[in-house]
């Protein structure tokens, strides 16, 4: 629980309004500072990687860490899962152009 201390602290007070209603809380907040980016005033920053710099995510999780959640990593079969396919081979794309475009009948 310590690792997700800081995400439980910064809900002490209640979770923000949500909901599909856009109300803009973290440009609202910057104008009320006279911040003038909103970036001053996020909650949870991220750099320009999409990084979050407090806790280091996202990174490569270690052995100890997978296991304290019960996770194990696997490596898909080439083919299976992600949606992957077999790349054609030169001939194939050479003989597909030569063939042209499919007639429509």
Request: aromatic share 4%.
């Amino acid at each position: 629980m310590n690792d997700f201390s800081h995400l439980f602290e910064a809900l002490r007070p209640g979770c923000p309004p949500h909901a599909g209603i856009a109300i803009g809380f973290d440009r609202l907040i910057a104008v009320m500072t006279g911040q003038e980016s909103v970036k001053d005033v996020m909650v949870f920053p991220k750099s320009s990687k999409g990084e979050d710099m407090m806790v280091k995510s996202p990174a490569r999780m270690t052995d100890a860490e997978l296991s304290r959640y019960h996770l194990q990593l696997t490596s898909p079969v080439r083919g299976e899962g992600l949606g992957e396919k077999e790349e054609p081979s030169l001939e194939d794309k050479v003989e597909e152009i030569k063939s042209g475009p499919p007639s429509q009948a």
